[in-house]
């Protein structure tokens, strides 16, 4: 088992470079299923957990893979049109095939992806795509198996401008015959990378970025070489690290415009932060100000970064509310940050976060942002916080331990075997109770 030992305190200074983003190379190795002819090269694949997945379930479908700092994809020869169980219960985004398979192979077959710690993730969306194209969908224990030899393209309207959603139908429409509209398409950075990519490729899609997108089915599409987009919320995670421990440091590589209400947040807060030509400049202050903040579908707050702004917002002097409008149960972090003595109060998607003194504790990390928002307030913390289940971290940070530790925080990852035991639970383990009760209770 490992984990994170923090000594808090220590503000940090320096200079970070961002990798390529977890939520754009996910969707494009998807993408490159859709390759009948060449192979298709990636530049900036970040090595995280959740791409080592992905590439699992790839080599699964038969796609040969080199990995390195141009990774090669090749999927002249798919073997299957089923994705193992196990690659899509651990990692939803393996659902990102579906769109890419339906549409070269005609078939598909894939489990029900699961929910997770943030809340039960439907699919509706993706499947009411896929029927409007025409596909056949049959659900037989837990599987869902979707046929159609040809899919043909037409309109349809999201009834939630959800990301995957928005790849999986854009992929789909690729080789559609015809011409398919998107309404009310997900504008995510994310999803106009994957459209870029796909039209090196040989694809015809207009208006990504937009409420409305244009696909023109063509024939077949061909490899293509990509640069994936650097990663926004790793950026904005390493921001807030420089804002919570009143230091100073500079952001490489990152594109500005894709982090707008981070930027406005940091600066309303009495963050300095300066966008510069090769990335963006932060210097923290000991007077943080409260600020609200409501997560919404991009170009609002980034749901992505409301646990790592929850951590920060118990430093500024007054009351902040932060209101959660993407997930259901995306505040599992709240009880560990409780654990640390923050001031938070949440019910049902708002959370009231007090001015607070962080001290170091034992926490576990609940889902990846939730990771990142532990290790932000155990940099801030007075004292030594043990941070747990790291698995959910490396899914989505490139080694951030070391990162951490070359801007000067005292950080180090640890591993020792389990201890034999009754089964009774462990020192640091605790069951998981829903945020509200534990917040509630814990603040009475
Ligand atoms: C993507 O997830 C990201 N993951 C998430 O990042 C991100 O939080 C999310 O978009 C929102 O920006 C990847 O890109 C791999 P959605 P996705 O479909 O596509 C509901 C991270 O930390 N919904 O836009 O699954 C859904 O329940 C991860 O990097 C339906 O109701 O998000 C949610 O409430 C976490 N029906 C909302 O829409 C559907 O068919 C947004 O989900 C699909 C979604």
Known sequence: MERLIIHGGKPLYGTIRVHGAKNAVLPIMAASLLAEEGVSMLDEVPYLQDVKTMKEVLLSLGVKIEEGDRWVLDSRELTSVEAPYELIGQMRASFLVMGPLLARMGKVKLSFPGGCAIGNRPIDQHLKGFEALGAKIRYEQGYIEA?????IGTSIYLDIPSVGATENIMMAACLARGETVIENAAEEPEITDLANFLNGMGAKIRGAGTDTIRIEGVSHLHGTVHTVIPDRIEAGTY??????????????GVIAAHLTPVIAKLREMGVYVSEEERGIHVV????????DIKTLPYPGFPTDMQAQFMALLTKAA?????????????????????????????????????KSELVGAMVQATDLRAGAALILAGLAATGTTEIGQLHHIDRGYVSIESTLKSLGAEIERKSWSEPEGDGSPQRGHHLFIPAPSIARATLK
């Not at 923290?284 to 600020?291: D, F, N, R």
């Not at 932060?322 to 259901?328: A, H, K």
Request: proline share 5%; with cysteine; hydrophobic share 40%.
């Open 318 to 354: 007054g009351t902040s509310v932060l209101t959660e409008t993407i997930f259901e149960n995306r505040f599992m972090h709240v009880p560990e940050l409780v654990r640390m003595g923050a001031k938070i109060r949440t019910d049902g998607r708002t959370a009231i976060v007090e």
């Open 147 to 151: 046929e159609c030899p040809k899919l």
């Open 284 to 291: 923290g202050t000991q007077k943080l100000k409260p600020v």
């Open 239 to 252: 921001m807030v690290a420089f804002a919570i421990t009143e230091g100073e440091g500079f952001i490489e």
